[in-house]
């Protein structure tokens, strides 16, 4: 079992279960509260959260060790949910003796439910290891202390010990994720006084760099899931504690990247999660791609470039030229990512930036919420945290084409066009353009509009931390007055749009740029902000489709969801506001944000409003220019053309005007201008000889096996010494066991050296329903 482990095959249900079984009964064995000893001149290291990132584990292990009783771990909590792996990541159950295991927030049944762990369980194992593992995590430990001088937790102190966070005020305050109550600097130095100890160490925040000192040093946050949920940008780190100092030596991490040579439909793309009522996964339906359109998304060894055993694929002939055929359209096919796949450079799956799931810790007051809806905003701001595909976005990208500001998928064009914005996030798609002053320089902007001028650590250039505007703006007392309210709604805003719509690529910051717009909450309602937005969307998606990048931003949940209503809804549900504009998504004009101008070209996607699609003009060929470079231009100045085609943006609506032409004709005008493959076809026969080929020595093991079983099975064993009994018996046992046979019902689970070297000669009783569940799993 051991070596079908390290060799990176699928363990057995049965072996599983053993091994959850038996974790269960040495956990009950241990206290809330365990102590540490560390002898002088030994080590020991403290991770944070991983969350389900099993790569990122190994490379904690690959950086400082694995684990031994010469090289101990304490895992302080959440090593379950969000990430893909979270079952694989128990693998430190196996090792006890020399890991230490804290109970996170997401140890728990409520939070496996709506996080992933829940549903990874059943789909990998079953529902009763749903069961099991709930129990096995109300077993571990809540808190560790190293030699009488460190206390480990996984949130912070009492007041809800999973959850509370550390706050820059004394005393203790609202929790910033309205759970329990966070503590101040007087909170943290007193629990120390009180009990003899020197320093706090807890998880549960995810920090830029993998980790915060906080309290007067007092105080450390260490977080060790990089690039959480593949979109964060945070880096990873774990603590080196040495006996007798215990001075913390604290190692950051980047995420691991894993490259993604092996190309396959679109339909192996897993992780499509229902979003609620009105909002489904995936904007393009998957019908829409097919063999020959194929996208960079699975892990595996395999390389793109031909069939693994060097064999000619059958489709070469047919694919030499990949198109376009006639360049007139997609004019700058030499820079696109789809000519650098062709040549077998794969770049992997693009690092995507968004950061709503932070949106939530945000308390905001009545008289701030209709202040963010006078702005705007108020739809936006209740819309839901989603997880990002990135291996799905990754592949819409690489089918992206910054000529026409469309996709060129197998059956045609398809864009995201300002309906869809309107719909989906309930921005305004007419108005005043989002244009303004830009900066390079945060500390007059911030001060005047903010009353605060962020740390020079918080800034770089003309943009801000987003994690500052959190720690300062995110708690506004209901008693403030008008000055200050308005100067928190404004971070608010801020963050929101440097979180959602208009998110970069540094991960953590946003222009302070658009801050002045937020100056008169009135005035901000009027601005085109759902026109900005799909601008601000169509440059990212145009800089990510060049081959020479890496990163995409903007507003990528744009992407993901597509706006679906009730059967048969009746169209007065939606909002006045939004439907009474909604005939801009027809419109053919400019798309104007701050610097970024981009083409809205419904025209060619005709097919998206119902109506028969024609042969499109040719495209202009304009340069897209940063034009802001400079701290105080006002750009409204420099963009004379294009805000003119947005202010006869209502004299340009697409019609049915009769030019659509039979599908065959459109399909044949599009072949020649389009990008036919992105990857290199391969022919599926090697793969199909040596599937066959398996298939047939498989099946003469099996035979091989049943012979060996049928003769284990009538050996005579009398007059053997018990030695040779013990083999034939082994035998049987082996050859049954590989063919799946279930020789007899067991209502007690052995556990023995053989398996994961947990202990030696004993049993585990187990449950009425787990029995049953255990029946099922017997090879």
Same mark, same amino acid.
């Given at each position: 079992?051991?070596?079908?482990?390290?060799?990176q095959k699928?363990?057995?249900?049965?072996?599983a279960?053993?091994?959850?079984?038996?974790?269960?009964?040495?956990?009950r064995?241990?206290p809330?509260?365990?102590?540490?000893?560390i002898?002088?001149?030994?080590?020991?290291?403290?991770?944070?959260?991983v969350?389900?990132?099993?790569?990122?584990l190994?490379?904690?292990?690959?950086?400082n060790g694995l684990?031994?009783?010469?090289?101990?771990?304490l895992?302080?909590g959440?090593?379950?949910d969000?990430?893909?792996?979270s079952?694989?990541?128990?693998?430190?159950?196996l090792?006890?003796?020399?890991?230490?295991?804290s109970?996170?927030n997401h140890?728990?049944?409520?939070?496996?439910?709506?996080?992933?762990?829940?549903?990874?369980v059943r789909?990998k194992?079953?529902?009763?290891f749903?069961e099991?593992?709930?129990?096995?995590?109300?077993?571990? &430990?809540?808190?560790?202390?190293?030699n009488?001088?460190?206390f480990?937790?996984?949130?912070g102190?009492?007041?809800?010990l999973?959850w509370?966070?550390?706050?820059?005020?004394?005393?203790?305050?609202p929790?910033?994720?309205?759970?329990?109550?966070?503590f101040g600097?007087d909170?943290?130095?007193?629990f120390?006084?009180?009990?003899?100890l020197d320093?706090?160490?807890?998880?549960?925040?995810?920090?830029?760099?993998?980790?915060?000192?906080?309290?007067?040093?007092?105080?450390?946050?260490?977080?060790s899931?990089?690039n959480?949920?593949?979109?964060?940008?945070n880096?990873?780190a774990?603590m080196?504690f040495?006996?007798?100092?215990?001075?913390?030596?604290?190692?950051?991490f980047?995420?691991?990247?894993?490259?993604r040579?092996?190309?396959?439909?679109l339909?192996?793309?897993?992780g499509?999660?229902?979003?609620?009522?009105?909002?489904?996964v995936?904007?393009?339906?998957?019908?829409?791609f097919?063999?020959?359109?194929?996208?960079a998304?699975?892990e595996t060894g395999?390389?793109?470039?031909?069939?693994a055993d060097?064999?000619?694929?059958l489709?070469?002939?047919n694919?030499t030229?990949p198109?376009p055929?006639?360049a007139s359209?997609l004019?700058?096919q030499?820079?696109?990512v789809?000519?650098?796949? *062709?040549?077998?450079?794969?770049r992997?799956?693009?690092?995507?930036h968004?950061?709503?799931?932070?949106?939530?810790?945000w308390?905001l007051?009545?008289?701030?919420i209709?202040?963010?809806?006078?702005a705007?905003?108020?739809?936006?701001?209740?819309?839901?945290?989603?997880?990002?595909?990135?291996?799905?976005?990754s592949?819409?990208v690489?089918r992206?084409?910054?000529?026409?500001n469309?996709?060129?998928l197998?059956?045609g064009?398809?864009?995201?066009?300002l309906?869809?914005?309107?719909?989906?996030?309930?921005?305004?798609?007419d108005?005043?353009p989002?244009?303004?002053?830009?900066?390079?320089?945060c500390?007059?902007?911030?001060?005047?509009f903010?009353?605060?001028? &962020?740390?020079?650590g918080?800034?770089?250039?003309g943009?801000v931390?987003?994690s500052w505007?959190?720690?300062?703006f995110?708690q506004?007392?209901?008693d403030?007055?008008l000055?200050?309210?308005?100067?928190h709604?404004?971070?608010?805003?801020?963050?929101l749009?440097?979180?959602t719509?208009?998110?970069?690529?540094?991960?953590?910051?946003?222009?302070?740029?658009?801050?002045?717009?937020?100056d008169?909450?009135?005035k901000?309602?009027?601005?085109a *902000?759902?026109?900005?937005?799909l601008?601000f969307?169509?440059?990212?998606?145009?800089?990510?489709?060049?081959k020479?990048?890496?990163t995409?931003?903007?507003?990528?949940t744009?992407?993901?969801?597509?706006?679906?209503p009730?059967n048969?809804?009746?169209?007065?549900?939606?909002?006045?506001?939004?439907?009474?504009?909604l005939?801009l998504?027809r419109?053919k004009?400019?798309?104007i944000?701050?610097?970024k101008?981009?083409?809205?070209?419904?025209?060619?996607?005709?097919?998206?409003i119902?109506?028969?699609?024609g042969?499109?003009?040719?495209?202009?060929? *304009?340069?897209r220019?940063s034009?802001?470079?400079?701290?105080?231009?006002?750009l409204?100045?420099?963009?004379?053309?294009?805000?003119?085609?947005?202010s006869?943006?209502k004299?340009?609506?697409?019609?049915d005007d009769?030019?659509?032409?039979?599908?065959r004709?459109?399909?044949? *005008?599009?072949?020649?201008?389009?990008?036919?493959f992105v990857g290199?076809?391969?022919s599926?026969?090697?793969?199909?000889?040596?599937?066959?080929?398996?298939?047939?020595k498989k099946?003469?093991?099996?035979a091989?096996?049943?012979?060996?079983?049928?003769?284990?099975?009538?050996?005579?064993?009398?007059?053997l010494?018990?030695?040779?009994?013990?083999?034939?018996?082994?035998?049987?046992?082996?050859?049954?066991?590989?063919?799946?046979?279930?020789?007899?019902?067991?209502?007690?689970?052995?556990?023995?050296?053989?398996?994961?070297?947990?202990?030696e000669d004993?049993?585990v009783v187990?449950?009425?329903?787990?029995?049953e569940?255990?029946?099922?799993?017997?090879?």
């Open positions: 079992m051991m070596n079908d482990f390290k060799n699928c363990l057995h249900k049965r072996y279960f053993q091994i959850v079984l038996q974790t269960r009964e040495m956990l064995a241990l809330s509260l365990v102590d540490i000893n002898p002088d001149g030994k080590h020991f290291t403290v991770c944070g959260d969350h389900g990132q099993f790569y990122d190994l490379n904690i292990f690959e950086l684990p031994s009783e010469e090289n101990p771990y895992f302080n959440d090593f379950v969000r990430g893909s792996f079952v694989e990541y128990t693998y430190p159950f090792k006890l003796s020399a890991i230490y295991l109970r996170g140890e728990s049944k409520s939070m496996n439910k709506i996080y992933g762990f829940e549903g990874e789909s194992l079953s529902e009763t749903v099991l593992f709930a129990e096995v995590f109300c077993c571990l &430990p809540l808190a560790h202390v190293i009488d001088k460190v480990v937790v996984h949130g102190l009492m007041c809800e999973l509370s966070d550390p706050q820059p005020y004394p005393g203790r305050g929790s910033k994720r309205g759970v329990g109550l966070s600097v909170v943290t130095e007193k120390l006084l009180e009990n003899n320093l706090v160490v807890r998880s549960h925040e995810v920090k830029d760099e993998g980790y915060e000192i906080e309290h007067d040093g007092k105080l450390i946050t260490v977080f899931a990089p959480y949920c593949d979109q964060m940008g880096k990873g774990f080196q040495e006996a007798p100092e215990l001075k913390p030596n604290i190692v950051t980047s995420a691991v990247v894993r490259h040579r092996f190309r396959v439909s339909s192996q793309i897993s499509f999660h229902g979003l609620g009522i009105r909002i489904v995936l904007l393009i339906p998957l019908s829409f097919c063999s020959d359109f194929r996208v998304v699975m395999v390389n793109s470039s031909g069939p060097g064999s000619v694929s489709m070469d002939q694919a030229n198109g055929i006639d359209v004019y700058d030499e820079n696109h789809s000519s650098a796949v *062709w040549d077998g450079q794969e992997g799956v693009l690092r995507c968004e950061h709503t799931s932070k949106l939530g810790e308390r007051t009545q008289r701030q209709e202040l963010v809806e006078k705007g905003f108020g739809y936006l701001r209740r819309f839901p945290s989603i997880s990002l595909d990135n291996p799905l976005i592949a819409l690489e992206w084409r910054k000529e026409t469309t996709f060129h197998r059956v064009e398809m864009t995201i066009t309906e869809d914005v309107a719909l989906l996030l309930g921005l305004a798609i108005g005043e989002v244009l303004g002053v830009t900066y390079t320089s500390k007059s902007v911030c001060e005047k903010l009353g605060r001028v &962020p740390d020079t918080y800034m770089s250039g943009m931390k987003l505007l959190k720690e300062y995110s506004c007392p209901d403030s007055p000055e200050e309210i308005e100067r709604t404004r971070a608010y805003l801020l963050y749009v440097g979180s719509i208009f998110s970069t690529t540094t991960g953590n910051k946003v222009p302070i740029m658009y801050l002045p717009l937020f008169d909450f009135e901000a309602g009027k601005y *902000w759902g026109a900005a937005a601008a969307l169509y440059r990212a998606l145009g800089r990510a489709s060049l020479s990048q890496s995409i931003s903007g507003c990528l744009l992407l993901q969801v597509e706006w679906v009730y048969n809804l009746d169209s007065n549900l939606i909002p006045k506001s939004v439907r009474s504009i005939i998504g419109s004009t400019m798309l944000c701050f610097d101008a981009e083409r809205h070209l419904p025209d060619r996607c005709l097919r998206q119902g109506i028969l699609q042969i499109p003009k040719d495209v202009d060929h *304009w340069e220019k034009r802001g470079v400079d701290s105080g231009i006002d409204s100045g420099k963009m004379e053309s294009e805000l003119s085609e947005w006869a943006r004299l340009h609506i697409v019609q009769g030019g659509g032409v039979d599908e004709e459109y399909m044949h *005008w599009y072949s020649r201008i389009t990008r036919k290199r076809p391969v599926p026969l090697p793969q199909f000889q040596r599937t066959v080929k398996f298939r047939t099946k003469r093991m099996n091989g096996l049943r012979d060996i079983a049928h003769l284990a099975d009538t050996f005579l064993t009398e007059g010494d018990p030695m040779q009994i013990d083999s034939i018996t082994r035998i049987r046992s082996i050859a049954h066991d590989c063919l799946g046979d279930h020789i007899a019902d067991e209502t007690v689970i052995s556990v023995n050296s053989q398996i994961g070297d947990l202990v004993t049993t187990a449950t009425t329903s787990q029995k569940d255990l029946d099922e799993m017997q090879p």
